[in-house]
């Protein structure tokens, strides 16, 4: 049973298994009715039209033995109309052998396209539940959700990051950040960020401690690719580290040129503006005494929306940006997976197409006392 499934596999896509009755019925009827037409008439040619269309769905041994039936076909044709030593009869069954075989070998080769881009994109998929632990869906007193969209959506991930881990003392600390370009060749410095940042969360006793050593991490791997690396000099990744105490609403922020977070209280929506950001990493130095930590309040019930630059600037056909925080406030308070998935919805009709950046949306929402010392729940994997 399980080689006879093997072999139906082999032989036939599963979404085109219903369309194999479409070339062998064509051949049937091609035949039928070049048989009984007058002499002079030649409709074998069309005969090709089975292969080709079987090539569209099926797999190169399936789409051979349609070849194979095709060719049989103009063979039991050729009896019937002046036999098979005829000039017209033998190029139609050798134009029909060669252009069967062509058939088939560009479904070889598209059948190998296929099994390299599944393993690019199984590869993708470990990678990115490497690199992305997904956080779960609550961590101390907050409840998290987020969404990943990857600009190049066979590869299913990009320069985009994000991290939440607790602290060494009781609280949460959070990282989100967008490196320099997108795809595939962002993702090794974005797991330079990422290590350097659970490790660090957990070892740095105040967040610019963290914000120092995600510095110094990210000009490390600079320095070790500024000789091999024509665009090293170019390379940064712009970042927001925060601090969120499990006991009351102030938390904390260092912004490294990341965009400013959105603190929803209610209906009303703030935007979290750095008075003194910090340059993106791998700009300068690690942070000074002259670069500060911003403080904010996050009370009980408060939604954080984080966000990278893919998202505020996403534009419409008209070349109007996204305006995520009024879209926002329009929103009704609702629980963080809702709100994704009302911006996911809204962000992808106000572009109409899919994002040409890497974009992450992160939710964060403080939950009551009481709810908080609830049992983690199963983390949430990434969506496809």
């Known amino acids: 049973m399980h080689a006879g499934r093997w072999w139906a596999d082999r032989l036939v896509e599963p979404s085109g298994r219903g369309l194999v009755a479409i070339p062998l019925v064509l051949i049937v009827v091609i035949t039928a009715v070049d048989i009984h037409s007058p002499t002079d008439v030649h409709l074998g040619p069309f005969l090709v039209i089975a292969p080709a269309l079987a090539a569209s769905f099926a797999g190169p041994w399936l789409t051979a033995l349609i070849g194979v039936l095709t060719v049989a076909a103009q063979v039991f044709i050729a009896i019937f109309h002046g036999g098979l030593t005829t000039t017209n009869h033998l190029a139609q069954i050798t134009a029909l052998t060669v252009l069967s075989t062509l058939v088939v070998f560009f479904s070889l080769v598209r059948a190998r396209r296929?099994?390299?881009?599944?393993?690019?994109?199984?590869?993708?998929?470990?990678?990115?539940?490497?690199?992305?632990?997904?956080?779960?869906?609550r961590?101390?007193?907050?409840?998290?959700?987020?969404l990943y969209l990857a600009a190049e959506d066979e590869t299913r991930i990009g320069g985009d990051l994000f991290a939440v881990a607790r602290a060494s003392q009781a609280g949460t600390r959070v990282v989100i950040g967008d490196v320099r370009g997108k795809g595939l060749a962002s993702i090794g410095e974005a797991s330079v960020v990422l290590g350097a940042f659970r490790e660090g969360a957990h070892r740095c006793a105040t967040l610019l401690e963290l914000a120092a050593a995600l510095e110094g991490s990210v000009n490390r791997c600079l320095a070790e690719t500024a000789e091999t690396d024509e665009d090293a000099g170019e390379h940064f990744t712009t970042a927001l580290v925060l601090d969120i105490p499990d006991q009351g609403p102030e938390a904390r922020m260092v912004n490294c040129g990341h965009p400013p977070p959105l603190l929803v209280h209610g209906r009303d929506v703030t935007v979290l503006h750095s008075p003194s950001p910090a340059p993106p990493l791998g700009v300068c130095e690690p942070p000074g005494p002259d670069h500060r930590t911003e403080p904010f309040s996050l009370e009980t019930g408060d939604t954080l929306l984080l966000y990278t630059d893919g998202v505020v600037e996403a534009r419409s056909p008209a070349g109007a940006f996204y305006p995520l925080a009024e879209r926002v406030a329009a929103f009704p308070p609702s629980s963080p997976e809702t709100l994704l998935r009302h911006i996911h919805r809204d962000l992808l009709t106000h572009i109409g197409r899919h994002p040409a950046d890497d974009a992450v949306l992160l939710v964060i929402e403080r939950i009551p006392a009481q709810h908080s010392h609830m049992p983690h729940i199963t983390t949430h994997h990434p969506r496809r």
Do not use: F, K, N
């Open 114 to 137: 296929d099994r390299e881009l599944i393993r690019v994109r199984s590869v993708a998929d470990a990678a990115q539940r490497v690199l992305l632990r997904p956080p779960p869906r």
């Open 139 to 146: 961590i101390g007193p907050l409840r998290v959700a987020w």
